[in-house]
T-cell receptor, first 117, second 115 residues
Framework: EAGVTQFPSHSVIEKGQTVTLRCDPISGHDNLYWYRRVMGKEIKFLLH????????ESGMPNNRFLAERTGGTYSTLKVQPAELEDSGVYFC???????????????FGPGTRLTVT | AQSVTQLDSHVSVSEGTPVLLRCNYSSSYSPSLFWYVQHPNKGLQLLLKYTSAATLVKGINGFEAEFKKSETSFHLTKPSAHMSDAAEYFC?????????????FGAGTRLFVKA
């Protein structure tokens, strides 16, 4: 069974540019999560999809971040325009389960390391 | 409200000696608790989880953790460290809040294992 995959593994962009990160969850997992770890800080929750719906997006830092999950399969996280403080590692995770899902194990992807210069 | 505190940012042990990584949590409800490990350039891997069953939880690679409600702790232990255990470890609490569930990570503990 394939795990959670993320693309790209690394991205280096200039301030003001746009970047789109992609996450493919484990097949059949309705719950998909995005997290971010800024250098030296904790891993922070960004948002949670249940199928194609945003269940909780309270962790999204501002409106420069846009997440989508078309058809309830893969998800994209777009940062536009990118700022220096957006640099960090963006993790995606998926889990099975019902409406909430977070009581189940979350399977994590390897992360995308984003560097904004 | 929920929170999780990993009491040590770095722990250094010698190979073959016990490992103790400390975690305290705060939750208004009965939470689910997890320990994840991240090796360099890898994703986070689940070591073990507590979801209101047995308070002593056994995980992979010889790790275990004990849920102590009275102390609000969920410390991770291993009787004998191996060089391959060197990694960063995260204590995670997940539980209900108004309107849904929250998953909160501790700041991480980096484990160093000396030969």
């Amino acid at each position: 069974e394939a795990g959670v995959t993320q693309f790209p593994s690394h991205s280096v962009i200039e301030k003001g540019q746009t970047v789109t990160l992609r996450c493919d969850p484990i097949s059949g997992h309705d719950n998909l999560y995005w997290y971010r770890r800024v250098m030296g800080k904790e891993i922070k929750f960004l948002l949670h999809f249940v199928k194609e719906s945003k269940q909780d997006e309270s962790g999204m830092p501002n409106n420069r971040f846009l997440a989508e999950r078309t058809g309830g399969t893969y998800s994209t996280l777009k940062v536009q325009p990118a700022e220096l403080e957006d640099s960090g590692v963006y993790f995606c995770a998926s889990s099975q389960g019902g409406r909430w899902g977070t009581e189940y194990e979350q399977y994590f992807g390897p992360g995308t390391r984003l560097t904004v210069t | 409200a929920q929170s999780v505190t990993q009491l040590d940012s770095h722990v250094s042990v010698s190979e073959g000696t016990p490992v103790l990584l400390r975690c305290n949590y705060s939750s208004s409800y009965s939470p689910s608790l997890f320990w994840y490990v991240q090796h360099p350039n890898k994703g986070l891997q689940l070591l073990l989880k507590y979801t209101s069953a047995a308070t002593l939880v056994k995980g992979i690679n010889g790790f275990e953790a004990e849920f102590k409600k009275s102390e609000t702790s969920f410390h991770l232990t291993k009787p004998s460290a191996h060089m391959s255990d060197a990694a960063e470890y995260f204590c995670v609490v997940s539980g209900p809040y108004t309107g849904g569930f929250k998953t909160i990570f501790g700041a991480g503990t980096r484990l160093f294992v000396k030969a």
